[in-house]
């Protein structure tokens, strides 16, 4: 996964550019003041600072819908050019009319990085690891405010510090910035299948996950084009091809699925079932552990898959440990299948020798026709050994795996002819692996010595039809003979589709929440209170000025959120996003309200300063490693590749709304109601945060985005009165 690691930390050097130049600004105002005498003009000075707001606030209403139209690299590209120009007309900057569209330029750049960037890692990050490659841009832009406090504290120390320079450093990594998006960074694989460009995106693919064969993923690239759909969940029993008879009533054999293993001889039967799967229960009732009636079903729906996991996350499963890499429908009910001669010819005439990976080892029939003579219909549809065929490590054969332990299936549509029903598999969370997983379902006697599995699916139509497939021989070629985009035009009536209204609820309400939640009234108290705490007097000691320990409180404050953003990336794939947010929301509220107290009553001035000084570190800790990344992380998660562009310029444009209104009205609340009062209103938020997160917000780690978007689908439809 080096190349996807890479990738993503390349592409976060964006957000690196905009924590640099917050925290320039902050400290270039004030020299900016003296030289323009903008003392008593308190609004030339606060349009200075927010001119990058509106720039960032302009450029991403157009943002989504062109990353949509021309892709995600061109946008970062265009960034790094604009932070790029911005930085030089800064460093000149003769006029205050000429640095407010320096301003304004720079703005648009961060815009469209701090949009584009979580898109972008999504849409190339495997599932495993995917929200620690995300935390990456929360984490470089800590990077860049610490490295640009240190830069301005160390220039404050000269004898006649120049904004201009301070301003116009940022120049030097955006340079750098743009060579390496240029260069480097690839497209985003989702959007070139988007577009039909299925080579670009397979060799995309490869150089990302270091490997030849990613037929899988191409597979789940090409279907998560197509939803919107009507989602079905299904349940199976899956065991070795002798262990389930056909005197089990529960299930219906015509509908089976056969998963070959990866040796000659070696197969699985996975069997429709009406049991009591958890996700089955869960879609049918809304809940399996009475869970509050408020709560969304779509948040029950994802929790089911989660809850009792092993290995949540890995990119085999349990229940896939040992399965081959390919899938059989059938209409027979033959039991005991053997390899037939054509698939043996095809497996001996790809195999090598030497046992390494080459593009001839995925040449082989993906799906082909069976049936007793060569003329007519196919009686079934076969997903072949050497379709994902992976000998990169000896003795271990990949599945058909597309991520966090899910895989990928097909079934023809008895309904429609020529179509297909794709079908993802997971296994069912809680049940064990033995035989003895069985048990609890009506009419199932477990016997034998094999292991038996219960499985979880979801259903609903595939954007690929059997003849398009039976007439080619591999995934690969299939896609590749896409010629044009195979998404249609998408208008804003997309956005209405239950699935994406409901992402969309989710997105924007808890970007609203965020701006809310305190971050900025607890960076402008955070000076005053380190001032407090005798810091200041400590650092006036040594020589230093009122302005340079102001850039120094600040820089050290930068730097203690760098740990925890590091824990983030630990626990964000393990313990997930929604965890982590139900986890450290009451941690700021309690901090919220030791600050409340501690601005109402009469403690002593050094109690003060310690107690704020505390509940001011760990408020700043927990909110870098929840509300801080999370919010981002799961607006580039949950929306269909189709229009995920216009939805998540949607919720960014939410995102600066709110951080224009907060730190325009923070100055104005102080006046009024007061430092307690502000805080206050702050602990409400954060309360109200973390009842939106507990009934709304799903977890979605490890799991592929085309599966989150086809739960939101099925959590749509299962909302009260769609029943």
């Known amino acids: 996964m080096d190349g996807a690691v890479l990738v993503a930390l390349t592409a976060a050097i964006g957000n690196l550019l905009q924590g640099w130049d917050n925290a320039t600004i902050a400290g ?19 349009l200075i600072v927010a001119m990058s707001l509106i720039g960032a606030t302009v450029i991403t209403t157009f943002s989504g819908p062109v990353s949509d139209m021309f892709g995600r690299r061109p946008m970062l590209i265009i960034s790094s050019v604009l932070y790029f120009v911005s930085g030089l007309v800064m460093l000149w900057s003769p006029s205050i009319n000429v640095l407010l569209l320096a301003r304004l330029l720079d703005g648009f750049g961060i815009g469209l990085s701090v949009t584009l960037v979580p898109v972008y890692i999504s849409e190339t990050a495997p599932p495993e690891i995917r929200g620690r490659l995300n935390t990456f841009p929360q984490f470089t832009g800590s990077v860049g405010m610490f490295l640009s406090y240190c830069m301005v504290f160390s220039m404050s120390l000269t004898v006649s510090p ?42 995309v693919l490869q ?26 969940i299904e349940e199976y029993i899956i065991s070795p091809d002798d262990e389930l008879d056909d005197n089990h009533e529960h299930a219906v054999d015509k509908d089976r699925i056969k998963l070959y293993g990866a040796e000659e001889g070696q197969s699985w039967i996975a069997k429709p079932v009406t049991g009591q799967s958890t996700l089955g229960l869960v879609s049918r009732h809304g809940s399996v552990a009475n869970q509050s ?76 026709r069976q049936g007793s003579g060569t003329e007519g219909p196919p009686t079934s549809l076969s997903m072949r050994q050497g379709s994902n065929y992976n000998t990169a490590n000896a003795g271990e054969h990949a599945s058909m795996g597309i991520g966090g332990g899910w895989q990928l299936a097909y079934r023809k549509d008895e309904k429609k002819e020529g179509a297909l029903k ?5 296994q069912e969370a809680g049940v064990g692996s033995r035989r003895g997983s069985i048990m ?107 302005e340079s320990a102001s850039f120094l409180i600040s820089g050290l404050t930068t730097l203690l959120m760098l740990p925890s953003i590091g824990i983030a990336m630990r626990l964000m794939d393990i ?30 001035e050094v109690t003060h300063a310690v107690i704020s000084t505390i509940s001011v570190v760990v408020y700043f800790c927990c909110f870098v ?11 580039s998660e949950i929306f269909p590749t189709s229009v995920r562009g216009i939805c998540i310029a949607i919720c960014a444009l939410t995102f600066w709304i709110g951080d224009i209104i907060v730190t325009y009205s923070l100055p104005v609340m102080l006046n009024t109601i007061g430092l307690a009062g502000v805080f206050g209103i702050y602990t409400v938020v954060c309360a109200i945060a973390w009842v939106f997160v507990f009934l709304k917000v799903p977890e979605t780690k490890g799991m592929p985005l085309e599966v989150i978007t086809e739960f939101f689908a099925v959590g749509a439809n299962k909302q009260p009165g769609k029943e």
């Open 440 to 546: 609890s379902l009506p009419g199932c006697d477990a016997h034998g010595e094999g292991d038996t599995i219960h499985a979880a699916a979801l259903v609903s139509q595939s954007v690929l039809r059997t003849e398009s497939i039976l007439a080619q021989q591999t995934i690969e070629e299939a896609v590749e003979k896409q010629t044009g985009p195979i998404t249609k035009a998408i208008g804003w009536r997309a956005l209405f589709e239950p699935g994406v209204k409901h992402a969309l609820i989710v997105g924007v309400g808890i970007q609203i929440l965020q701006q809310f939640s305190g971050i900025n009234g607890v960076l402008y108290y955070t000076p005053q209170i380190l001032e407090q705490a005798g810091v200041g007097v400590l650092l006036s000691n040594l020589g230093i000025g009122s």
């Open 293 to 368: 009636a408020l709560m969304d079903p779509m948040v029950t729906l994802f929790g089911s898959v989660h809850e009792k996991l092993p290995e949540m996350g890995s990119m085999r499963s349990m229940l896939f440990t040992n399965f081959g890499s390919m899938f059989n429908i059938s209409e027979n009910q033959v039991k005991h299948e053997n390899w037939d001669e054509e698939s043996q010819r095809d497996g001996d005439k790809h195999s090598d020798a030497s046992g390494a990976e080459s593009d001839d080892n995925v040449r082989s029939p993906l799906l082909s």
């Open 625 to 635: 490693t929840g509300f801080g990344p999370i919010p981002n992380i799961l607006c």
């Open 575 to 604: 313990a997930g996003r929604r965890l982590l947010l139900l986890t450290t929301l009451p941690v700021l509220l309690l901090s919220l309200i030791v600050l409340v107290l501690g601005n109402v009553i009469n403690m002593g």
């Open 422 to 426: 794709r079908i993802y598999l997971h």
């Open 207 to 232: 150089r990302l996950r270091g490997r030849d064969d990613v037929s899988g993923e191409m597979a789940l690239l090409m279907e998560g084009l197509g939803t919107g759909g009507e989602v079905s």
């Open 28 to 46: 270039a105002v004030l020299y900016i003041k003296k030289e323009f005498n903008l003392q008593s003009q308190a609004g030339i000075e606060g």
């Open 162 to 203: 120049s904004w201009r320079l301070m301003l116009g450093v940022l120049s030097i990594p955006s340079l750098a910035y743009f060579f390496l998006a240029l260069f480097y960074l690839p497209e985003s694989p989702r959007w070139l299948v988007s577009k039909g460009r299925m080579k670009e995106a397979k060799k």
